[in-house]
């Protein structure tokens, strides 16, 4: 069935870059979302990617899809302490636009 | 800024009650979700409707239902609780546009059932 497999802790200095990585099994997904959620707070799309393209950089996030392996992976450069959450990968389920297929979520924890 | 709301934060439940979980969305969205969130296993969906009365089974639909009777509700149903039902309830909510749809979630119901 679909799965996706990520991480479920990362642990990275602050100023250093975080990369969290998430493997998936079906490569029709359209489009690849990284959606944030922050302590006592709810979850909030963050980036995502389009399944024909191999790479979108926004500001700190880069965001690396290698298709051919059902890799994809978010960058996080000059890390914060803001940035300490729970980053879900989550693909679109074949077949529809709307429904997602949702990771177990890294926590991302900073070191000072 | 899109508002999607839940009517509890905090919930307990003795085992066999029924319980209702509401959510409201303010943006006129087609789709609305129910997940319900536990630790080490990410977001699992358990119902998804695409319109008023429509409805999906999403993946662990066992022990539950739903109501969706007007555009901007989505009611979730524990017909008898049980304490494997712990856990926290996220309600989302979606254009139902093509292409990049993102999901709106509210802020969750921490269910405990005893």
């Known amino acids: 069935g679909e799965d996706v497999e990520q991480s479920l802790f990362l642990s990275v200095r602050e100023g250093d870059s975080s990369v969290i990585n998430c493997t998936y099994t079906?490569?029709?997904?359209?489009?690849l979302y990284w959606y944030k959620q922050e302590p006592g707070a709810g979850l909030q799309l963050l980036t995502y990617?389009?399944?024909n393209m191999d790479m979108k950089q926004d500001q700190r996030l880069t965001v690396l899809l290698n298709k051919k392996d059902k890799h994809l992976s978010l960058r996080i450069a000059d890390t914060q302490t803001g940035d300490s959450a729970i980053y879900f990968c989550?693909?679109?389920?074949?077949?529809?636009?709307?429904?997602?297929?949702w990771g177990a979520g890294t926590k991302l924890i900073i070191k000072p | 800024d899109v508002k999607v709301t839940q009517s509890s934060r905090y919930l307990v439940k003795r085992t066999g009650e029924k319980v209702f979980l509401e959510c409201v969305q303010d943006?006129?969205?087609?789709?609305m979700f129910w997940y319900r969130q536990d630790p080490g296993l990410g977001l699992r969906l358990i119902y998804f409707?695409?319109?008023?009365?429509?409805?999906e089974k999403g993946d662990i639909p066992e022990g539950y239902s739903v109501s969706r009777e007007k555009k901007e509700r989505f009611s979730l149903i524990l017909e008898s609780a049980s304490t494997n039902q712990t856990s926290m309830y996220l309600c989302?909510?979606?254009?139902?546009?093509?292409?990049?749809?993102?999901?709106?979630f509210g802020p969750g119901t921490r269910l405990t059932v005893l």
């Open positions: 409707s695409y319109d008023v009365k429509m409805k």
């Open positions: 943006m006129d969205h087609e789709n």
């Open positions: 989550a693909p679109t389920r074949p077949a529809s636009n709307y429904q997602l297929i």
């Open positions: 079906d490569s029709s997904s359209t489009y």
């Open positions: 989302a909510s979606s254009p139902g546009d093509r292409g990049v749809t993102e999901q709106f």
């Open positions: 990617i389009f399944s």
